[in-house]
């Protein structure tokens, strides 16, 4: 009979509850803002019958209520905090430092999305929450994992061609320092994610832009060849 309660024993001896063995088989692309994360995902998803979890997506949306909830939870307020004292009059290494220390209730609630997805091949999970230090007592081996950060040349060729890649989705009074606090605290952040990915020895892809989409999606695939099925293009 199917075991319901199955889990992953991770590397400190802990349990992690992975009912249909989702989280077990999954590949993991972490790292920073603007690398492609998402599109290499997509790319390999189609080439290869994966099913894709965005994580940017499920955050800014489908888990609000329960950021909600967890206000309520711990006596906080629940309406979200004006956007200046966010934004404009916090320094960039305090935006990195809180959203730093937020990422391990974040990325519960996505191996919560992801436990209940079941598939016949492996579920490819991107984002940028999906950091090193909180996948790697999921994953059997460093290779199911790979962390992605854009050159600082590529940043400055995507922040020029990109227009929301700087945007501060709020009205703010200062939008130039909003925007410049926020780059920096992305910066701060992917930088921490390398950190993190180096002593835990999981590869760490620095995307430069030279190369197009498809050709950087080759090198992921290469890196997760050997839990990767045969792609469509080959079957007949």
Not at 41 to 53: E, H, P
Not at 77 to 99: F, G, K, L, R, Y
Not at 179 to 205: F, M, P, Q
Request: a negative charge.
């Amino acid at each position: 009979m199917y075991n319901c309660q199955a889990v992953t024993v991770n590397t400190t001896g802990g349990e992690i509850w992975d009912p249909f063995g989702t989280l077990h088989g999954a590949l993991w692309i972490g790292g920073g803002q603007w690398a492609g994360k998402s599109t290499v995902a997509r790319l390999l998803a189609t080439r290869y019958g994966l099913t894709a979890y965005h994580y940017d997506h499920h955050d800014a949306r489908a888990h609000n209520d329960r950021r909600i909830a967890r206000r309520v939870r711990l006596g906080e307020p629940t309406a979200d905090p004006d956007p200046d004292s966010v934004w404009v009059n916090t320094s960039p290494q305090e935006m990195a430092h809180e959203t730093l220390a937020g990422f391990p209730t974040r990325f519960e609630w996505a191996l919560d999305d992801l436990r209940g997805l079941v598939s016949g091949r492996p579920v490819i999970a991107e984002g940028w929450g999906l950091r090193p230090e909180l996948v790697a007592p999921i994953i059997d081996s460093p290779r199911r994992m790979i962390v992605m950060v854009p050159t600082e040349e590529f940043r400055e060729r995507q922040l020029r061609e990109l227009p929301r890649a700087a945007a501060v989705d709020h009205a703010v009074s200062d939008p130039d320092r909003a925007r410049r606090n926020r780059l920096a605290r992305d910066r701060l952040v992917a930088d921490e994610a390398v950190r993190s990915a180096r002593h835990l020895g999981i590869r760490v892809l620095e995307v430069d832009g030279l190369d197009d989409a498809e050709a950087v999606a080759d090198i992921v695939a290469d890196h997760f060849l050997p839990y990767l099925p045969p792609s469509n293009a080959s079957m007949p």
